[in-house]
């Protein structure tokens, strides 16, 4: 660029020898023309990342700096909000789509309007779109489901992870969306808590070899890696996100967003341990939990998130809060807005989740920094911190979606790996009233089995909260196998399958059935929605039970988020598979129930006798579990039925 502005002058000065008399006038122009065409490191992928960072926070006005740490929900997102505000990051909220049941092109079209809003504004910034892509591509219709975190601790298998990671990447990018809200790295010390399936394990070094999924996520480190440094390999990978930072499955009670009372050594010994391995593995992005530590709302922990994430580990992305996370600083939420937007931005939040309300949140910050309660620092620390992620991701070179990766979506190689996970993330807890006459592996060749329960034939029960709603939902709400139609496509063409979600005694016992599958568990349920102080299994779940299995010989498959009241019908059943959240692929399920693979998951959480014992954690005093943590009986795979 150098070298063509130095050309350009050569020409103008030779032209101008030519015509004295206009010497002013054309040297004049020629300088003018190379102003225009100025140099633009920020522009030029060959700099180095920090100078083309230097180099466009140089250039930017206050205004196109707080754009830039303001995220809006996709809905809000017109054309002229993007480029009057200098946006700098759109999400989807849970169950927000550009229409119902979205092709991955309706979902590139729309992000392709709004990068491209982005880019007309003065310095041509890319906006950075986020989702929470938490078991595969959930919000959207027709993506691969994979258990639930809960389901994947179960199979102690980090490889696994990582390869869910690289399948989750591609179909997130096949929307043309660059930037997933996962992993979540909570430690979960009390399954009363409504999100204790988006933890991997009670027991933190589970969950720290369960950060592999970044790896999977961002692409492998490279050799010549920056310690501490945002990742991301290429345009099939996706910026991942550390969540929530720190301390959000220790409250009290498992009261969702409640307060965490524990010491600074707890903290950092339980909680604290795989946010150390997220950033040795260049997690790009860390959220900020809604809940509290001692009484602090960690949207306000200067302490923890300036102090200690930022500066004493060494973390170098950015620092992204909940939804309406500043808002909660305050009780009753929205109290004081302009403390909230101080006392958050001053912890060290780099980008705000603020999907309704941006204008709101824009002035007051504006606000804020000209009146010097928030240097411009604090505001330049935040803006280097977003705009190096944005350049190490490639978002200035590709900011476009790619319509190539339009077909991976649910694509079959995704759906067989899927498949894998939740046959390895199934825990038998039960098999046989005598040890030495085992249920399980089923015969495929019976002559009239029973398949019963509220869970055996219903897709979205199967895949649980944050499943194409937020809340998740009923039926069949996106491509998938049932259990049931997985039991009938694996069972010898010779044998009669009888469904009934709810029989009675008289029905049960007048069929004269082999055996019985009894599919029972929870509803979906997301975060606070979650929250139970009971944990049972809803009717008819129990009474199914035990009607069925005081006639016939039966399995029951539990279907939940966690361990739930059992032992009341323990004694009636023959078998007991703990399912968890299994995702799309029920086929998996029937996979190990008739032996043509083994049973190998191990229980990742501490199943209770009765939920007056909770909390409940390995290693605690008084341990007395109905069955222990990594509890979980195996089986042969029988090569025969295969």
């Not at 830039?68 to 929900?73: K, L, R, S, V």
């Not at 329960?453 to 049932?482: K, P, V």
């Not at 019985?516 to 349920?525: D, F, K, N, S």
Request: proline share 6%.
């Amino acid at each position: 660029m150098f070298l063509e502005r130095i050309s350009s002058l050569l020409i103008c000065l030779k032209m101008a020898t030519w015509r004295a008399p206009m010497l002013g006038i054309l040297f004049f122009l020629c300088w003018a023309a190379t102003i225009h065409a100025e140099y633009l490191k920020y522009k030029d992928p060959s700099q180095p990342v920090e100078v083309r960072v230097n180099d466009l926070l140089s250039r930017m006005t206050l205004a196109e700096k707080i754009g830039q740490m303001t995220q809006i929900e996709r809905e809000n997102a017109s054309d002229q909000v993007l480029t009057d505000y200098f946006i700098g990051s759109i999400l989807s909220g849970g169950g927000s789509v550009p229409a119902p049941r979205a092709s991955a092109k309706d979902w590139m079209n729309m992000i392709n309007q709004f990068q491209s809003a982005c880019l007309s504004t003065r310095l041509g910034i890319p906006m950075i779109y986020g989702i929470d892509a938490v078991h595969g591509h959930n919000n959207v219709y027709n993506a691969t489901i994979f258990p639930h975190n809960v389901g994947l601790g179960a199979t102690r298998d980090p490889d696994l992870v990582k390869r869910i990671g690289i399948a989750t990447a591609l179909e997130v990018r096949a929307t043309g969306i660059p930037y997933a809200f996962a992993p979540c790295i909570a430690v979960c010390r009390d399954p009363r808590w409504g999100r204790c399936y988006e933890s991997y394990s009670e027991d933190h070094s589970i969950v720290q070899a369960m950060t592999q999924v970044i790896l999977g996520l961002q692409g492998d480190l490279p050799a010549n890696y920056t310690k501490n440094f945002p990742y991301v390999s290429g345009k099939n990978n996706v910026a991942a996100c550390a969540k929530h930072f720190v301390g959000d499955g220790g409250t009290q009670n498992g009261i969702n967003e409640n307060n965490t009372i524990i010491d600074l050594k707890g903290l950092l010994s339980i909680h604290m341990p795989a946010y150390y391995d997220a950033i040795a593995k260049g997690v790009s992005t860390v959220m900020v939990s809604y809940s509290s530590w001692n009484g602090v709302k960690m949207h306000a922990n200067r302490h923890l998130v300036n102090n200690f994430l930022k500066r004493k580990l060494g973390f170098q992305g950015f620092v992204i809060s909940d939804w309406q996370g500043i808002d909660r600083i305050t009780s009753p939420p929205d109290a004081n807005y302009t403390y909230s937007v101080q006392m958050s931005i001053n912890a060290g939040i780099d980008m705000v989740m603020v999907p309704f309300d941006y204008a709101g949140f824009i002035n007051t910050l504006t606000s804020l920094v000209k009146k010097k309660v928030i240097s411009m620092n604090r505001i330049d620390d935040a803006v280097r911190r977003i705009l190096r992620v944005k350049f190490v991701m490639g978002l200035f070179e590709n900011p476009l979606p790619d319509f190539s990766l339009a077909d991976q979506i649910g694509k079959e190689e995704h759906r067989e790996l899927a498949r894998e996970a939740v046959r390895k993330s199934l825990v038998l807890l039960k098999n046989g009233k005598d040890s030495h006459k085992p249920l399980l592996p089923l015969s495929k060749k019976a002559g009239k089995i029973l398949v019963a329960g509220s869970h055996a034939d219903n897709l979205g029960y199967q895949c649980g909260g944050w499943t194409i709603e937020w809340q998740g939902s009923s039926g069949r709400i996106t491509g998938g196998t049932t259990i049931l139609e997985a039991i009938r496509s694996t069972v010898d063409p010779s044998t009669s399958v009888v469904f009934s979600e709810n029989p009675d005694a008289d029905f049960v016992k007048s069929n004269h059935f082999s055996y019985a599958i009894v599919v029972v568990g929870e509803p979906p349920y997301a975060e606070t929605a979650g929250d139970s102080l009971n944990l049972t299994i809803p009717e008819p779940g129990p009474t199914t039970i035990r009607t069925v299995c005081g006639v016939v010989k039966c399995v029951v498959v539990v279907v939940s988020g966690r361990p739930v009241v059992i032992e009341p019908y323990l004694s009636v059943m023959d078998a007991l598979v703990a399912a968890w959240l299994p995702g799309s692929e029920g086929q998996g399920v029937a996979d190990v129930l008739y032996g043509d693979y083994g049973f190998t998951g191990k229980l990742p959480r501490t199943w209770f006798k009765s939920v007056e014992q909770l909390p409940m954690n390995v290693g605690d005093k008084n341990y007395d579990p109905l069955f222990p943590f990594g509890y979980g009986l195996t089986t042969k795979p029988n090569l025969g039925h295969r």
